[in-house]
């Protein structure tokens, strides 16, 4: 069974700081990993995905996230945090066959202090 | 043009009334998802149709029933609301097999059972 664990149910950044959101899967074979955000009241946004391509994948918003299958993480980064980057972000991971379902991480409320 | 839509936004009942919320999504997606957020933001999906076929059922009390007339539309018909209902729900959309099931979401519905 898949499974993701989200470190840190909220992270605090300085406005220009580094964002580091940290994000560990459970799966028997190299997954689909996906990070998606929420600004609050609307639905969730794909930041950016893994599918078994480059292990550091890059996503909008100037966010990245690198695939490291020997520590079963996938940590969302972003070199300098912007006021607008405050919000909700969840991991989740899918397996391939067609019959699996994506599992979500609990999240992690980014805040951003001026 | 709005990729998955939901409709109502936000919906207030009474415990014992029975409701319905609506999605489409005009990406030409096969697969539709319902998806409930608690007030804790965690994420669980409810259910899943692939070209009008249920494939994920979790495990949800049978007073809710999905409903997909077509590819484009799946519908959420909950009987006899409980207080335990409300939250967000959200519907997706994917294609199978493609872009490792990326799934695009609307913008919620939320429900407030009184």
């Known amino acids: 069974a898949q499974s993701v664990t989200q470190l840190g149910s909220h992270v605090s950044v300085s406005e220009g700081a580094l964002v580091l959101l940290r994000c560990n899967y459970s799966?028997?074979?190299?997954?689909?990993l996906f990070w998606y955000v929420q600004y609050p009241n609307q639905g969730l946004q794909l930041l950016l995905k893994y599918t078994s391509a480059a292990t550091l994948v890059k996503g909008i918003n100037g966010f990245e996230a690198e695939f490291k299958k020997s520590e079963t993480s996938f940590h969302l980064t972003k070199p300098s945090a912007h006021m607008s980057d405050a919000a909700e972000y969840f991991c989740a991971v899918r397996g391939y066959s067609s019959a699996s379902k994506i599992i979500f991480g609990s999240g992690t409320r980014l805040s951003i202090r001026p | 043009d709005t990729a998955v839509s939901q409709t109502p936004k936000y919906l207030v009942t009474q415990m014992g009334n029975d409701k319905s919320i609506k999605c489409e999504q005009n990406?030409?997606?096969?697969?539709m998802y319902w998806y409930k957020q608690d007030s804790k933001k965690f994420l669980k999906i409810m259910f899943s149709y692939n070209n009008k076929e249920l494939i994920i059922n979790e495990t949800v009390p049978n007073r809710f029933s999905p409903k997909s007339p077509d590819k484009a539309h799946l519908n959420l018909h909950i009987n006899s609301l409980e207080l335990g209902d409300s939250a967000v729900y959200f519907c997706?959309?994917?294609?199978?097999?493609?872009?490792?099931?990326?799934?695009?979401f609307g913008p919620g519905t939320r429900l407030t059972v009184t």
């Open positions: 990406l030409g997606h096969d697969t």
């Open positions: 799966s028997s074979v190299p997954p689909y």
């Open positions: 997706a959309s994917s294609r199978q097999g493609a872009d490792g099931y990326e799934q695009y």
